[in-house]
């Protein structure tokens, strides 16, 4: 334990530099050394919790992704985003109007859009309900006399 604390004493001390809170934390990794995972005391307790994996998980990604320039989610999965929002409607995600033309619609689209803001249609145009078929002169919609 002493050769320990001599080496964290040595190198450990410059590389925390001046931050106050990288100091603390740095300290307390220290105090890991004298305290072994039996320990009733809380404050070193809690640093050898389970739960402390999945925190150092976390930290360990976000310092990769940022040291090699990544985002945490996929380039295809934000291009997705970026054109589904296009095609989205206000009618999208809604199981009352599923048009099964409607690349929006489909199964593995409908999670990604509930984040995603609707794109502004000027032209709009009627699709039948029954066929899926878009509405136009030559399919005109029909409509009961009474």
């Known amino acids: 334990v002493k050769e320990a604390v001599e080496y964290a004493r040595r190198n450990l001390a410059r590389a925390a530099g001046s931050s106050g809170a990288q100091l603390g934390l740095m300290k307390k990794a220290m105090g890991l050394l004298a305290f072994g995972p039996e320990t009733s005391c809380g404050r070193y307790r809690e640093m050898y919790a389970e739960a ?6 976390e930290d360990f990604k976000r310092d990769a992704y940022r040291l090699y320039g ?6 295809l999965e934000l291009v ?3 054109g589904i929002s296009a095609l989205k ?3 999208c995600g809604d199981e009352r109007a599923v048009n099964k033309e409607c690349p929006t619609c489909t199964f593995p689209f409908v999670k990604m859009l509930e984040g995603l803001p609707c794109s502004h ?3 709009s145009s009627l699709v039948c309900k029954m066929t899926g ?3 136009d002169e ?4 029909l409509v009961l006399p009474n």
């Open 121 to 123: 249609h000027v032209h």
């Open 70 to 75: 990544m985002t945490a989610e996929s380039v």
């Open 80 to 82: 997705l985003k970026v």
């Open 133 to 135: 078929d878009v509405m």
């Open 138 to 141: 030559h399919n005109p919609p």
């Open 89 to 91: 409607t206000p009618a």
């Open 52 to 57: 402390r994996w999945a925190d150092l998980e």
